[in-house]
């Protein structure tokens, strides 16, 4: 099935899902486009399963991925606690409504 261009360039598109990745991260709730927040709800549900996961190998994929070491730290500290009995969906996705100027269906994506 592949991914979204999401109407960007492949190193703009990687660089936009890694900040929105790492701002879910540090603020817990972002507001953006439903595709974009589709797409990163699956990265950022990868990255929560390999803070649950822990070790070495998982702290240097999410620090590799992450830009903010700050945010890094939270994931392995504060949410994977919180999720540890947690099988999955860690995101949920909220519309609330059309963006003014173009109408684009907006959301927010917040960690539960």
């Known amino acids: 099935?592949?991914?979204r261009r999401l109407g960007l360039r492949s190193d703009h598109r990687r660089a936009m899902l890694r900040n929105m990745v790492t701002s879910l991260?540090?603020?817990e709730?972002?507001?953006t486009t439903e595709t974009r927040a589709k797409e990163?709800?699956?990265i950022a549900e990868k990255m929560v399963t390999l803070a649950k996961r822990g070790d070495l190998a998982a702290r240097r994929q999410v620090s590799e991925y992450l830009f903010d070491e700050e945010a890094a730290k939270k994931l392995f500290n504060t949410v994977?606690?919180?999720y540890k009995d947690r099988?999955?969906?860690y995101t949920r996705i909220v519309k609330v409504g059309f963006r003014r100027g173009d109408a684009a269906p907006m959301v927010?994506?917040?960690l539960v």
Do not use: N, Q
Request: charged share 30%; no cysteine; aromatic share 4%.
């Open 87 to 89: 099988p999955g969906g």
């Open 108 to 110: 927010i994506l917040e």
């Open 25 to 27: 991260i540090k603020e």
């Open 1 to 3: 099935m592949g991914y």
């Open 80 to 82: 994977a606690a919180r």
């Open 40 to 42: 990163v709800r699956s």
């Open 29 to 31: 709730r972002i507001t």
